[in-house]
């Protein structure tokens, strides 16, 4: 414990209001699969697989930033999704899908959906936060999973 309240101290030191990996952490994703930057206009999943749903004692989300690190506007007004998400809705085998696009991906699936950027030009990243990981995330052995360009849907 005493560990602990040094790290901390050192990490408020260094960056107030910093959190240690036992707090939380956020993986960041610039770039897809195919390892292409995230790009407005394009349409990505996230799959996550029944079991790779972020196990964390906190809560999960998942947010959008355009390449000034700002919020990217939408008309939803929905900046960050995730497992507290009002409405999420879950696939039959436990798997989730997060759909991260300019438009709607359609009624039934506008529940997941996390508004990108609408102009082709315009790089985005992914900002992950996990509050208060569970074991596999703080060591490594959890990765979330990768972003994958999906064809346009409605």
């Known amino acids: 414990m005493q560990y602990l309240l040094l790290l901390r101290a050192a990490t408020a030191k260094a960056g107030l209001g910093g959190n240690a ?10 770039t897809d699969a195919s390892a292409k930057p995230l790009m407005g206009g394009t349409n990505y999943i996230v799959h996550f697989k029944p079991g790779q749903i972020p196990q964390v004692k906190g809560f999960w989300s998942i947010t959008a ?8 506007p939408n008309p939803i007004n929905r900046y960050w999704i995730g497992a507290d998400t009002p409405g999420i809705m879950y696939n039959k085998d436990g798997s989730l899908d997060i759909y991260i696009q300019p438009q709607s991906p359609g009624q039934t699936k506008q529940s997941n959906w996390l ?6 030009s315009t790089p985005f990243d992914l900002l992950m936060r996990l509050y208060w990981p569970g074991q596999q ?15 346009a849907t409605g």
Do not use: D, H, K, M
């Not at 995330?137 to 064809?151: F, K």
């Open 137 to 151: 995330i703080i060591n490594g052995t959890w990765l979330p999973p990768a972003i994958q360009r999906a064809n």
């Open 65 to 72: 930033y355009n390449s000034t690190q700002r919020l990217v």
């Open 115 to 120: 508004p990108s950027p609408t102009n082709r």
């Open 21 to 30: 990996a036992i707090e939380a952490l956020y993986p960041i994703a610039f």
